[in-house]
């Protein structure tokens, strides 16, 4: 079995699957549903924040989101205890954190979807194992009793923090949230205009700290501990801690943290001089999350992140071999632009198409134009995530440097949502659609594998 990770991951998955399909549906004695109601009703509550705040403004004035593990409720005057996450808007300018400990004095009520929204947002909630919605209004109506992250998130939100400051000093609204999408994965902030763009051309990921994001940010770490002329096994090890310290200032998301591990998987084969298998490191980063928390099975980017990477593995070698020109790698320099060119479009084409039928029933959405804007989008994006990191590291420095490298990021920001704008409002750019029967997914899957099955034994015979 030269894969074993990857088919543990796929026995997990199904492992889960069963689980969750036969285990009893009813919340146990002391879950916060027990306490709750459809409508808004006073509680005080002590518990434990389990996410990295994310902060804003609304009719400028500030308010954060967070989500709280309670650990104890105050109801009719008496305490008892409760599990089962809330999703919590508090409105004050309090700074909370990871880890911090709390006693919130709000209103809670059961999650709930929008009203005249097709999306099931109660459902995507309790998916993340989140059940309450709840609302503190008070300044004064949140006490932080302790902090307790452990060294390594604390040390990562403390970089975040500065980064977000740097973010907003030298990049222009609303730019600079644009750049901390793509840099620490705070979207709270990006326009309503901008995220309609991006979904009717297919091209959220780029908007989502996914690989893509983590392959180029280790790119460019390599690239930096190269050019301070470090040896190589001290190269590698210095862009693996730098990953994973990323990986934790990024929020830990599964896509990151799927990336990392491949990526550290990747370097550490290196080390060891011997060759690594893809679908291996993808099991293995696939097995590691499903294993601290199940539920992420059901996560769209979850499921997004991994069907990317495997439509990369197998598909874009079928889709490759239909170029007349695959074999012009070795023909000469102008050929080989031509071939890596293809390359992308052939990688781009194998995520569309592996990811269409989940499109459809995800976002209820197909956009053909998405085939041609990722093969611009993507260089482009390369471009903005380096002048961005060179402006934030430089600006320390040499802050005139900083603010002309942070212009130049800007300008490649505005010039990719052009771009977009001009593709999704051509006709046709994007038919709305409805969900799929999962036969027919199935079905669709196992043609698609069976075209790539063909291709591969032509391969080999040539």
Known sequence: MNRPFFYLAIVLSFAILAFTKFSEPEFAQGHITRFISDEFRNFTLKGKIVDDPSTGYRF????????????????????????????????GRKRLRYGDRIVIEAKVKEAAGFSGSTFDYKSYLESKG????????????????????????KMAYAAKEVLERKIKLFFHNPESHFVSAVLIGERSGIPHEWRDIFAKTQTMHLLAISGLHVGIIIYI??????????????????????????????????????????????????????????????GLAATLILAYRMDELYQPGFIFSFASVISIVYVTP???????????????????????????????????????????????????????????????????LALSIAAISIGFILP?????????????????????????????????TGKVHVAYIVLYYLCIGLICRKYAIKSKKH
Not at 133 to 152: G, M, T
Not at 234 to 250: K, M, P, Q, S
């Open 60 to 91: 400028y004035s500030p308010f954060s989101t967070f989500v709280l593990r309670p650990e104890l409720i105050k109801f009719s005057g008496t305490w008892y205890p409760v599990f089962g996450d809330m999703k919590v808007t508090y409105h």
């Open 130 to 153: 989140i059940y309450a919605l709840a609302r503190v209004s008070r300044k004064d109506a949140v006490v932080v009793l302790e902090s307790e992250p452990a060294l390594v998130k």
């Open 221 to 282: 770490f390599i690239f930096i501990v190269t050019l301070i002329n470090l040896p190589r096994k001290a190269r590698y090890i210095t862009t693996i801690i730098l990953a994973v310290f990323y990986a934790f200032v990024a929020g830990a998301r599964p896509s990151v943290i799927r990336a990392t591990v491949m990526g550290v998987v990747f370097l550490g084969s290196y080390l060891a001089g011997r060759r690594s298998d893809i679908l291996n490191s993808l």
């Open 318 to 384: 079928a889709v490759m071999q239909s170029f007349p020109v695959r074999k012009a790698y070795n023909s000469g320099p102008g050929t080989k632009f031509l071939y890596y060119f293809l390359g992308i479009a052939s990688a781009s084409c194998a995520v569309w198409i592996g990811l269409l039928p989940l499109n459809i029933n995800f976002f209820n959405i197909v956009s053909p134009v998405s085939l041609l804007v990722n093969i611009v989008a993507i260089p482009v994006l390369f471009v903005i």
């Open 400 to 432: 005139v440097l900083g603010y002309m490298l942070a212009e130049a990021s800007e300008l490649f920001i505005d010039l990719l949502l052009v771009f977009l704008k001009f593709f999704r409002d051509l006709p046709f750019s994007y038919i709305e």
